[in-house]
Structure formats: structure tokens, C-alpha cells
């Protein structure tokens, strides 16, 4: 199920964490679950804020997302060529698709939902929010130092912790991520099991896969499709990661 509820509650979420599939999402609402449940314990004065996530699918496709306009809301978004080279390794067509038909179908949102469309949609309904409601974070910059793109992101949230148990909590969401590769591919993948410790803390992979002309014709394409969106092109499509 992608659209979890840490607190059971049905009434709206304090913070929601957002992002197309095989973007971290669901690291950053565990790491959260833990820096919220272990601030203090729970009162009727403290009570665990209510911690939602949804991964992949568009803003109309969650009619029943409980957001209101206090919900805080973090936005994870990362280098497409990475996230279409993900999906290609771990596709049934990698044996026998070159990786250059495989990006026709992506960019055209088959098999595994649009991600041009799925930025754009969450860009327009981000900029329905309060901005002081809003926090964006490029996988790339959580991968170059999680603790601190987490402090940060604590800091947003108004969560209290130091920066050494800020360390400690991203230690234990690291390690789990670090197992070694033969412990961590699966060896069948299905629409909704994804291997998420796979391919979180490594950026730029796409560049095993691309060649250079073929990096280059993606991301034009992309900044095509994204022109009416407020992300950082130079963050977002790291060529010289």
C-alpha cells in the first residue's frame, strides 16, 4: 500500500512526504516516524504528529489524501535518467530493449506512470500550499550528506533533536540500506514491490547505462516537458555527477 498513516488517525495530516517511486520516499518517512517517536514521550500535550506518505501516483489519484492547509509538506524529487535506468535494470525488457527504445516509454509514462506528468502535477498542487508549508529536497543533495539535508528538514518540521541524534537515526536507516547487494536485489520484481534498498544513497548511476549524446537528448527533453515548474534544472539533472 503507498499511502501510509503512521498514527491511524483519519483526521489530517501534520506532515506528508511526497515523490515518484524510487525516490527515497520511503526512507524519509521512516527516518521521520523515528525522529518524531522518539522526541518525547507520548502525552496528550505531545502527541506524535500524524506522518503520511504516498509514492508515484498524482495528486488526483489520492482523493482521499487528508491534507489541509497547515500540513507540512516535503517534496522529493530525483534525476530522472536515474530513476528511468532503475526501472529499466529491474525491467523484464533489459536483456533484450536497448536502453533508447526503453526511454520512449518512459518519458511516455509506460509501464510505470509518467514522471514528467507526476512532477508537474505535484508542482501545481504544491503551489496551492502556503510556502512556508513546503519542503523540496533534491535526492541528489540527500545522498551527498542525509544527516544534513535531515537536519534541515527537522528544522522545518520545528522537530527538536541534536544533531547527534539526528546522526543516530540516519545511521540505522543507512545501515539497512547498506546490505550487501546479494542480500539486497530481489530476483523478481513486481509492480508493487519495489527494492528500495537497491538503489537508495547511489545518484548518478545513469551514467553506466548513457551515453553522452543520449544524456544530453534526455535532458532537454525533460526541460522541455518542466519548463513552467520552479526546480533547479542544474540540482535536478547533475551533469557532472
Known sequence: MDLLNSSGSSGPSDILVTGYKYSAVDHLHRTLVQLCTCALPVTPENTIPNITFCEGLLPS?????????????????????????????????????????????FINGLPDGNWCQHTRDWSTFLSQHPTSNLHLIYFDDLVTDFEQEISKLCQFLNIDKNYVKICTVCMSVRKESEQPEQKRRKLHHTENDHDYNEIFFEAGKWKGLFTVKLAEEMDNIMLDELKDTNLDFQKLLRPYL
Not at 530522472?80 to 520512449?104: C, E, F, M, Q, V
Open 61 to 105: 489519484e489520492y482523493p482521499h489524501l487528508n491534507i489541509s492547509q497547515s500540513t507540512k509538506i516535503v517534496y522529493v524529487v530525483r534525476n530522472p535518467k536515474d530513476i528511468a535506468g532503475t526501472l529499466y535494470r529491474n525491467s523484464d525488457d533489459y536483456d533484450d530493449t536497448y536502453l533508447s527504445d526503453y526511454l520512449i516509454r
